[in-house]
């Protein structure tokens, strides 16, 4: 029988349910909803096999099939995958909890989860022949997307807020990407971005304006579950800016419940962890809406998550409310606590977003949302070290011949 | 038949052959030599099979049998390897090469190839139930152990010189381990740690004063090797600081031909990478020397290998004649050069010792050392974005209205 590469089928609109042809470029849908990437289960359920999976190559590709990319050959690839899944007994006792892992996307190439969207994204527009590409991004997306451009000869221009972290601007300039700094936050580099595409013609990769990045941010939760031999977490808590990853979490579940790779009686609860400074999602949870309202963009060292408005915020609301899942606010404070303490206690110096998760889940605990037995899967999105400036403290300086 | 966790035999010392036992800590030989790890190959050539390797979960731990630690139980684990192989195909366009790859040792935890020696260092300080160790270290080496101290346990005392890049102090210190800044270079920072071990009793866990992180090191060749299909390149090249890598990297090759694993008809000629600034292995090579001369450690964007001195010598240059390599340093502007290049040509923002690595790939092409028809394989050992002072350049600010 013969065996596709990918078994993608065509593109739809998750709100209004139109179809759009995935063989050339799109961006979202007529009605202003991201696109989703609908694949040949039926094909898949036969010819897709975990057991085969399993024995690739570790990086996101052992699941090609599931993912977009056609051919071999247009797969533009820095070696992404698979992320170490780590029990963090420590943190877990201090929660007073049985079970409680890290799937650290940190170590990744360039440093950041992005890497799997920008594989993904940039790898179709490989495929399409697009020469220039733009977008705005807080941060890690910036870099990762240039970085994956230069290796795929795609020119990338990139909008990031003035305010980003200098490491992550240096290695999104170091790409040799046309950098624009924005003298202001999320919504006025998108701004930028969508006029500077408009003017020059180049494709707009932002944020839910191309539909390849939820494939690519998928596959944290296609390893988390391999990782976990198939048997899916009680509960999965991701930080959530505009939520890429987190709807992207929630695709993965859905597609390996579809193909009976896990099992469909027990679907992880998803939690959403935003910063008290800018959370959209979490005000609209409490409030039991659909959709979110606009949110000011404040300084918060999860930078990254600061996202005031978000086309796919329907979708995150939505798996929220289909887990049974929760979306919960957490404070600088509590924030930079966790961060310092995660890195004594466990070794792992994880990203502000991912120590926002750690604090997330110790309240939603302390509420015993959360129960002592559950097994529970924290994300952290990037490494730490890519934004040091928020770790406090002064070292000592030793002269030759001083007292240690 | 039963088979062992780990095949650790003895210590022995490369210069006299004294044997030491593996079952207590132990630091240098008497006569001052590093000493190496022996393990039963005899018993390994008939029970290690690499079919069994191959399928195991992709992390350095998969070779348990030809690693150190005696039981799983005292695995002290970030999740570290395996590190991606990646093609370089622009820069061996512009190399006029056919076959030029990139092993990525920056995607590890820590983001540095520092995770492997500090995973397999503290499991054995963890094993030994060792309550503190201290280390001089120039700066990845530091942080990383500090990690791994801080996941296991173990008090970590530093000393690492002032010098040493910025957002490694800060990660450093995120660990909780306590850092001395040392007003001096790293031979000053050594003496430090060895009068802080003798004076407080901790254990000396600096470069050669253990001799597990060159097991830990080693793990980069086996991996490389699998990657391969178990066929070596013609050249590996290096970044030779203290040089605990490069003995690794020879000490991998021969134990993989031992145990029938490669074909040793054909072994790589290993390549040795230093900077103009502070070359005593590349002064050596040139006069044909089994020894360095102390040489000043003068300032290079390559930090990490600035290394006037190292009790390692004798088996850099030792390995370097036994495989009919080379030694060769790079001058500043070369690096630096490189660095950007291969950031916008391949999208790897590498560190300043990976780039100067390709400096010398470089180099000894021009001469026509390396052939075009070569496989070399280059080692990157730490991700960019941990050092990103040394990349130039300014960004334009948009005000939002502003033409792009």
Known sequence: MYQAYSYLSHLYCPRCSREYDASVPQHKCLCGAPLLTAYDMDA?????????????????????????????KDIVSLGEGITPLLPMKKTAARYNMDDLRLKDDGVLPAGSAEARGAAVGISKLNEYNVPDMVLAANGHAGAAWALYGSRSSICSHVAMPVEAPLAVRKECAASGADLQLINGFMQEAEEAADRASERHGWFDASTFKEPYRIEGEKTTGLELAEQLQWNLPDVIACPVGAGTSFIGLYK?????????????????????????????????????????????ELYSAAFEISTGTSA???????????????????????????????????GIFSSPEGAAVFAGVRQLREENWIQREDRVVCINTAMGVKTPDIMEGSTPILAPGDDW
């Open 252 to 296: 993965a579940i859905h597609e390996l419940i579809e193909l009976g790779w896990v099992r469909s009686a027990k679907i992880p609860k998803l939690v959403a962890v935003q910063t008290e400074s800018c959370a959209p999602i979490v005000h609209a949870f409490e409030k039991k809406w659909t959709h979110t309202v606009e949110t000011p």
């Open 44 to 72: 898949l359920k036969i010819q897709f096999r975990k057991e085969a999976v399993m024995v690739r190559p570790p990086s996101i590709w052992r699941y090609h099939e599931l993912l977009p990319v056609r051919t071999e």
């Open 312 to 346: 796919g915020d329907f979708l995150v609301l939505d798996a929220i409310y289909k887990t049974k899942g929760a979306a919960v606010a957490v404070c600088e404070e509590d924030l930079l606590a966790e961060q310092r303490l995660i890195t004594r206690e466990e």
